[in-house]
């Protein structure tokens, strides 16, 4: 966008420059490495990242085998079904996205989709006899766990400046990967403890379930920006 060279024009430059000395003069800058592994807010948000992943692997992963449980037969009508919730999941995510840059409310923007898919993920288990409030459900649990991924990267680069954004990445992706590797991996040894999906499912739902208090629990004032 080209800034008029008009007074107003100057005028409106010099305003956005401030906004963005003190937006950044607000978040920290950690002088060292050292220093930065050391914030135990960036492995709060690290934690956080780990307990949605959990959940959308979870949904990625085994989302044709709970369509399957819910009763739908045939390769095709279960790859059918499936597209369905992602979809779903595709127009929460850019409607979250929107009010969560409009409102500047990160936390509870965050918090939502975590709840629903906390939500949906009991409800599939409680509907299992019904096929369509199963489906429904399973809907429900796809958009809260895939869409809070992208909802999740506001919080930690609003008190994350120069290079400790970069460095902060670090430790808060490693947290993911984790994430999705114990995701499938306890999903795969419920369902062969106990012979069901179900006890995945609210293993799940206790992780998003986790992922929304610690959210709740990070100060407004540090990430609300």
Same mark, same amino acid.
């Given at each position: 966008? *080209? =800034?008029?060279?008009?007074?107003?024009?100057?005028?409106?430059?010099?305003?956005? !420059?401030?906004?963005? !000395?003190?937006?950044?003069?607000?978040? =920290?800058?950690? /002088?060292?490495?050292?220093? %930065?592994?050391?914030?135990?807010?960036?492995?709060?948000? #690290?934690?956080?990242?780990?307990?949605?992943?959990?959940?959308?692997?979870?949904?990625?992963?085994?989302?044709?085998?709970?369509?399957?449980?819910? #009763?739908?037969?045939?390769?095709?009508?279960? #790859?059918? =079904? *499936?597209? &369905?919730?992602? =979809?779903?999941?595709?127009?929460?995510?850019?409607?979250?996205?929107?009010?969560?840059?409009?409102?500047?409310?990160?936390?509870?923007?965050?918090? &939502?989709?975590?709840?629903?898919?906390?939500?949906?993920?009991? $409800?599939?288990?409680?509907?299992?006899?019904?096929?369509?409030?199963?489906?429904?459900?399973?809907?429900?649990?796809?958009? /809260?766990?895939?869409?809070?991924?992208? %909802?999740?990267?506001?919080?930690?680069?609003?008190?994350?400046?120069?290079?400790? $954004?970069?460095? #902060?990445?670090?430790?808060?992706?490693?947290?993911?990967?984790?994430?999705?590797?114990?995701?499938?991996?306890?999903?795969? @040894? %419920?369902?062969?403890? *106990?012979?069901?999906?179900?006890?995945?499912?609210?293993?799940?739902?206790?992780?998003? %379930?986790?992922?929304?208090?610690?959210? @709740?629990?990070?100060?407004? !004032?540090?990430?609300?920006?």
């Amino acid at each position: 966008m *080209t =800034v008029s060279a008009t007074p107003s024009g100057l005028l409106r430059k010099r305003r956005l !420059e401030l906004n963005i !000395e003190v937006e950044d003069q607000a978040k =920290v800058a950690h /002088g060292s490495m050292r220093l %930065l592994f050391k914030d135990v807010r960036v492995w709060m948000m #690290g934690l956080v990242y780990f307990c949605l992943v959990m959940g959308q692997y979870g949904i990625t992963l085994w989302l044709p085998s709970l369509v399957k449980n819910a #009763g739908i037969t045939g390769n095709l009508k279960i #790859g059918l =079904v *499936t597209a &369905v919730p992602y =979809v779903a999941a595709a127009i929460a995510m850019v409607f979250f996205g929107f009010r969560s840059d409009a409102t500047r409310k990160r936390r509870r923007y965050l918090i &939502v989709p975590l709840l629903l898919g906390a939500t949906g993920f009991v $409800a599939s288990v409680q509907f299992k006899n019904n096929t369509v409030l199963a489906i429904a459900a399973l809907t429900v649990a796809s958009i /809260g766990a895939v869409a809070a991924a992208p %909802l999740f990267w506001p919080l930690p680069t609003a008190f994350l400046a120069g290079a400790s $954004a970069g460095g #902060g990445i670090g430790p808060i992706t490693s947290l993911q990967n984790l994430g999705g590797f114990f995701s499938p991996y306890m999903m795969g @040894w %419920l369902k062969d403890a *106990t012979q069901s999906s179900h006890a995945g499912m609210y293993a799940l739902t206790g992780w998003l %379930l986790l992922g929304a208090l610690i959210t @709740w629990r990070t100060p407004a !004032e540090l990430v609300d920006k």
